[in-house]
């Protein structure tokens, strides 16, 4: 039988598959677009079965966050290539995915993927994607934050890192809050305040502080004194209010913020592309 652009038009509508899937599907159909759609359906999962095994590290992340600065969602949706996260159809159905997490206050993979869509389970969307694309289509990562202080994220040109910070308090200035962002994506901060860092952390950087002076010919019981102030430098180094300021060395990042009346950092959620959380 003959099948029409506009119905092939409409089948593509419906799935988001492409034209000569929707074609096919459709022919094999008969025109019956329920039967098509099922076929569009059993295609996308053989090939996610296909791909299952496959490293997606490609992809976006996203952030949303309310008016008011109160709540905020992040995530991150993979694919293979880059070609395909630059893709419109792609970055559009991402930020699709965002809003239902945000909407929905969903704060893991799991739960986001039964949230509905346009009619369909993200699940299903992913499942389709991935048949229609060729490539493993999947969501790794959801954040959902809320807060009586105030959010502020800051996405990397690229959108392959994001960052949510909480702050103590209401944020006048969004311009210093979001310089914090950006320090903690440049900078890699483990924890916002030294006290927050693993004790096991504290106890393997001492241990190997002492053990490079003693190295070096130092006594055991100077060795012990000195390794406090390596200690000191690893704080200043890896923890955020005690690292210095990216954009004036002069200043800690806790100076940067009581000099400019802005409540400090509370927490911070770093999502860079295809790491682990």
């Known amino acids: ?26 022919t094999e159909a008969e025109g019956d677009f329920e039967k098509a759609v099922e076929i569009l359906r059993k295609k996308g999962q053989k090939v ?5 095994d496959r490293e997606a590290k490609e992809g976006l992340i996203l952030t949303r966050i309310s008016d ?8 991150e949706i993979n694919c293979e290539t880059d ?3 630059r893709n ?21 993979v799991e739960a ?22 060729g490539e493993k289509i999947q969501i790794s990562k959801v954040v959902l934050v809320n807060t009586d202080g105030a959010l502020i994220d800051y996405i990397h040109p690229g959108n392959q890192l994001g960052v949510i910070v909480e702050f103590a308090g209401d944020v006048d200035n969004t311009e210093v809050a979001k310089d914090v962002a950006m320090q903690v994506a440049a900078m890699r901060p483990i924890a916002v305040t030294q006290e927050e860092v693993d004790a096991s952390v504290v106890e393997k950087e001492l ?22 102030g390596k200690l000191r430098r690893f704080y200043e180094e890896r923890v955020l209010l005690n690292q210095k300021f990216v954009k004036d ?17 509370k927490a911070f959620y770093r999502i860079q592309l295809g790491e682990d959380a």
């Open 48 to 52: 996610a079965d296909k791909r299952a």
């Open 207 to 228: 241990e190997i502080a002492k053990e490079q002076l003693i190295n070096e010919g130092k006594p055991a019981e100077i060795a012990e004194k000195a390794a406090q």
């Open 112 to 133: 986001l993927h039964g949230v509905e869509v346009d009619g369909e389970s993200i699940a299903d969307h992913l499942q389709n994607m991935t048949g229609t694309i």
């Open 88 to 108: 419109e159809d792609f970055q559009a159905k991402a930020e699709a995915f965002l809003n239902a997490a945000y909407d929905n206050n969903i704060d893991n």
């Open 1 to 26: 039988m003959s099948i029409s652009a506009a119905d092939v038009k409409k089948l593509r509508d419906m799935t988001g598959a492409g034209m000569m899937d929707s074609k096919k599907a459709l």
């Open 83 to 85: 070609f395909v996260a």
């Open 249 to 265: 060395n002069g200043v800690n990042v806790k100076q940067y913020l009581e000099q400019n009346n802005t409540p400090l950092a």
């Open 68 to 75: 008011d600065a109160k709540k905020a969602s992040a995530i």
